[in-house]
């Protein structure tokens, strides 16, 4: 093999690993697309339904979003992070006690990509734990943090039938302005979306003021507010 043939073949080598590596990256954070198991963006159905979603927490600003909940007469999905919950375990009852849905962030709140099996049982196993032993009994779902997965994560889900739920409306992604938040989440939602809002951190207070404001005006459209496992009820209807 000549020289010219040699760097030819390594330039394509490398160009085929950098292509490669960009469809990862870009499969690994994919709101509708993953290797195994199901991965649930939007309820596909008619009815005017709908799931408003926090991630992250339980802080202390989540009575806050519970007192709005109970004004606004709604349920909500909370995918809690294991060990924010540990610390405080009364939140986490407070939340099914009022009727919403716990679900599970994992533990510590990593990247799960590049992980071990053990690692990835390690995380999902002690959250749910936790969140049983905040009284919740119902099915568990999953969010992954910063929406990260690409082969161990799914295959783990997959093995154990747990469903990862992503979202299709995130307005905090295109700005933190309440009116924005709230304007963007009225403009987009559809039947079947699944809305999330991050109202829990000290920087948040926008999207805490946003959720009344959603909630009203997507009831003044018809919506009503179920839980993630009630929404996945209506696929289909
Ligand atoms: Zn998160």
Not at 26 to 34: A, G, W
Not at 82 to 109: D, F, M, R, W
Not at 152 to 177: A, C, F
Not at 193 to 205: N, Q, W, Y
Request: hydrophobic share 40%; aromatic share 12%; charged share 20%.
């Amino acid at each position: 093999m000549n020289r010219k043939k040699v760097v030819i073949g390594v330039f394509t080598s490398l160009f085929v690993l950098l292509i490669l590596g960009y469809s990862v990256f870009h499969i690994s954070k994919s709101r509708t697309f993953q290797f195994f198991g199901e991965i649930v963006p939007r309820v596909a159905t008619e009815k005017k339904v709908v799931a408003l979603t926090f991630d992250d927490g339980p802080t202390g600003y989540t009575s806050d979003v519970l007192s709005t909940l109970q004004k606004a007469g709604i349920k909500a999905t909370f995918f809690v992070v294991g060990h924010t919950l540990e610390q405080k375990p009364y939140i986490g009852k407070a939340i099914v006690s009022e009727g919403h849905e716990l679900a599970n962030h994992t533990y510590s709140h990593q990247r799960m990509w590049f992980k071990s099996q053990a690692f990835i049982a390690d995380e999902i196993e002690k959250t749910n734990r936790l969140i049983r032993a905040s009284g919740y009994n119902r099915d568990i779902h999953f969010r992954p943090p910063y929406s990260k997965k690409i082969f161990g994560l799914p295959w783990y889900l997959r093995q154990h039938n747990i469903k990862t739920i992503m979202v299709d409306i995130e307005p905090d992604t295109y700005g933190s302005d309440t009116g924005f938040l709230v304007e963007y989440t009225l403009a987009n939602t559809k039947p079947g979306s699944i809305i999330l809002l991050h109202p829990f951190c000290d920087a948040c207070s926008g999207q805490r003021e946003a959720i009344s404001m959603i909630v009203s005006g997507l009831q003044t459209k018809g919506y009503q507010f179920v839980t993630v496992s009630e929404l996945l009820a209506y696929k289909d209807k």
